[in-house]
C-alpha cells in the first residue's frame, strides 16, 4: 500500500429514521453507502469484467483472502500493486479474512487459541491462519478494508458452544488490532453470538470496545431462520457505534437488504445475486424468476420490464432460456449482469429515497412489489 | 424474412494480384470482405455478447442450423424474428446447413441418396435431413446466407469414396437450388473433393454449373496436411467465377487466412479464435500464447503488447493464469474477446493493404512476425 494513501474515513450525510446515507472514503476511492459489495471471491467477480461492475455504479468489490493467498499467492497479489490493480478494478477492494473458507472447505481443520490449522483445499498443503498471518495476508493483498478473522460460529450451536466461539472471536479480534501495521487499509471487527440475544449483546460489546474502523454482524444466513437472522441483526446494529460503518455480512435477498438498511447497516455482500444467476435465477422488480421453465420457452418480453440493463434491454426470455438450457457462457453473463445491476440499482434508490426522508415508503413498496409478483408466479391470491 | 427485404448482392471494390475487397449486402446490413465469421453455433458466439461483437467490427456471425434445429427448433427462432434478432445481433447470419455436424456429431447416423438420417444428439429423436429440409430449416431460422446440404468428404478418403461423395454433393446441390423459395436468402453451393486434384476441379466445375449466389470450398482443415489444404484451397479459389463471394469454410490459423485471402478467397469461419481461448490459447502478433505456461506467474505485461482490445488494456498476463488456473468465465471471456478482436483486425488491416495495393507485403510482414514469436519462444534460432 502506498502509505500516503488517504487514510480510510467515513462520513454520514443524512439519516431518515435509522437509515442513512454515507460515503467510504479508501485509498481506492470513495463508496457511497448503502453499498452493495459483489462477491469476487479470487479476484474476480463470476463472469464479470470490472469495467462492467464500475459502469454498473460498484465502488467496491469483496475478495477473499484465504483463496487469494492459496492461490495465486499474497505475495504475488502484493507485488502485482494488490487485488484492485490486479483485477483491473478502478474502485475499492474489502478483503473477507478467510476464516470462514478455512473452516468450510479446507480439508482437515482444527481451530485452537491460536488460529485455523488446515490443508489447502487444493494441495492439501499444511498451513495456519492466525489473527496475525490473516492480518499479515490482508495487508499484502492491498485490500481497502480488511476483517478481523473471527470464527464464524456455525448453525445450530448451543448457548455454551456459542458463547466460548464469540470469546474466542474477541480476543482473536485484539490480536488483529495488535498485528496491523498499516495505517491506511482500514481494519473492521465482526460481532457474533448465533441466534441467542445475550451472546450477541456480549459480542457486540466486545468489539465495539476495541478501535476498529468498521464493525460488521457476522454469523447470520448461516441457516437460522429468516425471522431470527433480522432479529440478531436488529439488536446487533442497535449496539455499533453510529459514527462508523455498519456492515452485515453474507446478507442476502433484496428484501433482506431493505430491512437491514431500515435499520442502519451501510455495507452488505452476498453471493445470491451472482450465484443464483449462474442457475438461471433471476431478481427482478417483480420478484424471482427461473429462466429455465418452460413458461419461457416463447416468451419475446425481457426478465425485467422496468430494468434498462445490457441483458433486458437486448435479450428475450426466450432467449435467456435456450442461453440457459444449452450451457452457453452468456447465460451466466447475461443473468449476472442482470442480477448485480438490479442489487446496484435497488441501492441508489434506497440512497435517493434515504436522502428524500421516504425510505420507509420506499422499502415497503419495492417490497411488497417484489413479493405480489413472486406469489402471483406461484399461482396464489395475494 | 421480409419479402421486401434487399436482394442479396456482392460488389467488388479493388483487387491486389488475386486479393480483392468488397461488400456484402444481405437484408441485414453490409459485410466488408475479406471477412471473418466468428463461430456462434447455437445462435450465440461462446463467452460473448452481440453488442461486443459489433463493437469489434463483425457484421456477420455463423450459426449452426442442425443445432438450432434440434433446439431450441427452427420455427421457434422464425417466429422470434430470425437468428439475428433472437440473439440480439444487429448484424447478418450465415447458417452452415448442419452437415457436418448431423454426420460428426449426431449418435447412429447413416447417409443415402435422400439425405442424413440420425438421431438427435440430445434426445435420441430420429431425424432426418435432406436437401429440402436443409434449406426449410435455413429459411425459418432467417439466414441472411444459407449453405447447400453437402457430404463433408472424411479425411482420409479413397479416391473413389471421394468421387461418389463429390457426386452425391453435386445431386444435393441440384435439389437445394429447387428448394429455396425465399429470394432474398442467399444460397451458396459448396464445393468438395477431399485432396485430389482432379476431384476439386470436377467438384468446383459441377458446383459452379448451378446458380448460388456464392461458392464455398468444403471439406477442408479436416485433418490433410497443411500444404494439402492450401493446395486444395488455391486450385479450387481459380475455378470459381470472380463476380460472386468466395468462401473458404472451416480455416483457419492467422497464417492460414493470409494465404487464403492472397488466393481471392473473401470469407472465412473459424472456431480456432473462440475454441482455443477457451482453453488458454491466443492468437498475438508475435504467435500463440499459452497462458498457463508458468513462465507467466508474474507477468505484469499484456497478452499482446500491440493490441488495443480490453483484455490486453485492462489485464495483466499474470492475472490471465491466474484466471484461467482458477477457472474463472472471466478467462474464456478475456481470451475470447481478444482472439476475436485479433481477427477481427486482421480483417481490417487486409483490406487496408489490399485497398493501397500492399498486400503481398503486409502478409508476408504479418506473418514473418508471428512465426519469429513462436520461433523464438520455442527455443528455436530464427
Known sequence: MNVNAPKFSFVI???DGDARIGRLITPHGEVSTPAFMPVGTRAAVKAMAPDELW??????VLANAYHLAVRPGAELVGQMGGIARFMGFRGAILTDSGGFQAMSLARINSIGEDGIRFRSHLDGAPLTLTPESAIEIQQALGADIMMALDECTPYPAEHERARQSLELTARWAERCVRARTSPSQALFGIAQGSVYPDLRRNSARQITSLPFDGYAAGGLSV??????MREMAALTVALLPADRPRYLM??????DLLAAIAMGFDMFDCVL????ARNGAAFTSAGRVSIKQAVHTRDESP???RCDCRCCTTFSRAYLRHLFMAGEILAARALTEHNLHFYGRLMREAQAAIASRAYKAFAAYTTNLIEAGESARNGKTN
Open 13 to 15: 450525510h443524512a439519516t
Open 55 to 60: 459502469a454498473m455504479g460498484y465502488r467496491m
Open 223 to 228: 441457516g437460522e431462520p429468516k425471522a431470527a
Open 250 to 255: 453474507g446478507v442476502g435477498t433484496p428484501q
Open 273 to 276: 445475486p451472482t450465484r443464483n
Open 303 to 305: 426478465l425485467d420490464p
